[in-house]
């Protein structure tokens, strides 16, 4: 993985992370809002790509020590609709 690649999907799995983990519902509720063009910009790309960016999330998932935060960034793929 590239230093780029690492940082990309290191930005994307905290964003989605902190959304997750959100314990404001207003915050909850505007996640999707907020993460809606992100998915759109991603589920353009052809899909082995989505797929090079689901596992680049992956691997930063295994780095995760903090259970809740693994869950999060585990299930990253899935809510950013990598996994079509």
Same mark, same amino acid.
């Given at each position: 993985?590239?230093?780029? /690649? ?8 905290? #964003?989605? @992370?902190?959304? =997750? $983990?959100? *314990?404001? &519902?207003?915050? +909850? /509720? ?8 992100? #998915?759109a @910009?991603?589920? =353009? $790309?052809? *899909?082995? &790509?989505?797929? +090079?960016?689901?596992e ?8 995760? @020590? ?9 299930? +990253? ?6 996994l079509?």
């Amino acid at each position: 993985m590239t230093t780029l /690649e690492r940082a990309f999907a290191r930005a994307l799995t905290e #964003i989605v @992370i902190r959304l =997750d $983990l959100s *314990e404001d &519902d207003a915050i +909850a /509720e505007a996640s999707m809002q907020l993460l809606e063009p992100v #998915i759109a @910009i991603l589920h =353009d $790309l052809l *899909e082995p &790509d989505r797929q +090079a960016i689901a596992e680049l999330i992956n691997q930063c998932a295994q780095e995760e @020590i903090d259970s809740e935060r693994h869950l999060a960034a585990w299930e +990253a793929p899935e809510t950013l609709s990598l996994l079509v």
